[in-house]
């Protein structure tokens, strides 16, 4: 129940059991056809070029960014979280200018303070922004910025590794230049593949760049000629890892992509519920919540690591702690892909008012667990959280 990686339902392991067929197998080309189809389904795109990188979700952080920036182009990352720090980061590498525009951790990235810049630095090439923040578990709504980025000329590539598969992620009618995810979380797969798509203007930008793109291991032409038609060598594909993906794909497509959503969204109602019933703080505001992932601030003389030790050792659950300046104040408890069960929920809870009167932190026996009940049954009756 950490940030990611989340658990794996054992038909997602079993697949990875399958005879290795060679990366250039016509069989596997049926099985790297399958997956992208599925992918842009969840993605709700028809890009053509909407692969998995053979990388977790940084590596297409970075694929997203080598292809698209050429030195002394100019890009702003909307920076709320730790991972809008990593893409600044990444944006400079790649030889940028690069424009940070810093927003309070555990809020949203407010649209004024983006317009401004776009007004104060133009042009600028693209505009970086987290979905969903997995350090802080808040979401950004990003129709309006993409608006916005595009009203000035700017691309937008946008950072789904946490919201993709839990959240509605609309490639195609929000208009999102470049996309990019990972498997370890909603999307129900081990790491060590990251789902990516470029859109019409990113291809042109790619089709049409004067330098050649910094990295050969994720030049996107050089990737394109082994996905497509061409099916050039490029490099040697995870086969294993390529059958999880496409059979958690096709368990997502049992279930339905829109179900699948509720079940996050049901489940992280009941989580904030019980925390807040044991007086536990919620890090991002209401309405700007991400479902796969809680963010709880740490109550005052709780040490973090005891409890979280605690829960590992004496339960066999596993939560994450806090990144860059939450650090050791807060809590991230993730309900992602397999893990999103309501079973989950009433575990953690349960462990925590077991654990909590040990550090002196006093706790109501089962309010919790009422509180996540109720939770549920209020969405059942409404399909809203309450």
């Known amino acids: 129940m950490g940030p990611g990686p989340?658990?794996?339902?054992?038909?997602?392991?079993k697949a990875m059991t399958l005879p290795i067929l060679g990366h250039l197998d016509p069989q596997f080309f049926k099985v790297m056809d399958e997956v992208c189809e599925m992918l842009r389904e969840v993605l709700h795109t028809q890009n053509h070029i909407t692969v998995p990188l053979s990388s977790t979700g940084t590596g297409a952080m970075e694929a997203a960014c080598a292809n698209m920036l050429e030195r002394g182009d100019k890009m702003i990352v909307c920076r709320n979280g730790f991972f809008g720090d990593r893409l600044g980061d990444i944006a400079e590498?790649?030889?940028?200018?690069?424009?940070?525009?810093?927003?309070?951790?555990?809020?949203?990235?407010?649209?004024?303070?983006?317009?401004?810049?776009?007004?104060?630095?133009?042009?600028v090439k693209a505009v970086g922004v987290v979905h969903a923040e997995t350090s802080t578990g808040v979401l950004t709504p990003m129709p309006d910025i993409v608006e916005l980025a595009h009203r000035h000329g700017a691309l937008v590539i946008a950072d789904a590794v946490t919201s993709l598969g839990g959240h509605d992620v609309r490639m195609d009618d929000w208009d999102i230049d470049v996309c990019y995810s990972a498997t370890q979380k909603c999307l129900g797969a081990p790491p060590g593949l990251a789902p990516i798509s470029f859109g019409p203007r990113a291809m042109e930008v790619i089709n049409n760049r004067p330098s050649k793109v910094q990295s050969f291991y994720f030049n996107l032409k050089g990737l394109e000629s082994y996905w497509n038609q061409t099916r050039a060598y490029h490099h040697t594909s995870p086969i294993s890892m390529t059958y999880a993906l496409r059979e958690s794909l096709r368990m997502m497509m049992e279930e339905g992509i829109d179900n699948r959503i509720r079940r996050h969204a049901r489940v992280a109602g009941a989580l904030r519920a019980g925390l807040e019933a044991m007086g536990i703080d919620l890090m991002a505001p209401e309405g700007y919540r991400i479902n796969?992932?809680?963010?709880a601030l740490i109550p005052e003389g709780i040490e973090d690591t005891a409890v979280r030790g605690r829960l590992l050792s004496d339960f066999d659950i596993e939560i994450g702690g806090g990144l860059g300046q939450v650090r050791g104040k807060a809590w991230r408890i993730g309900l992602m892909g397999e893990s999103a069960k309501e079973s989950n929920v009433f575990a953690l809870l349960s462990a925590l008012e077991q654990i909590l009167p040990d550090f002196g932190y006093e706790v109501a026996s089962g309010a919790s667990l009422s509180a996540a009940q109720r939770a549920l049954v209020s969405y059942d009756d409404g399909g809203v959280l309450p």
């Open 93 to 123: 590498r790649c030889g940028a200018e690069t424009f940070i525009l810093d927003f309070v951790w555990g809020e949203p990235v407010d649209l004024q303070v983006l317009s401004d810049a776009l007004d104060q630095y133009g042009p």
């Open 292 to 295: 796969p992932l809680t963010t």
């Open 6 to 13: 989340s658990s794996v339902n054992p038909r997602v392991l």
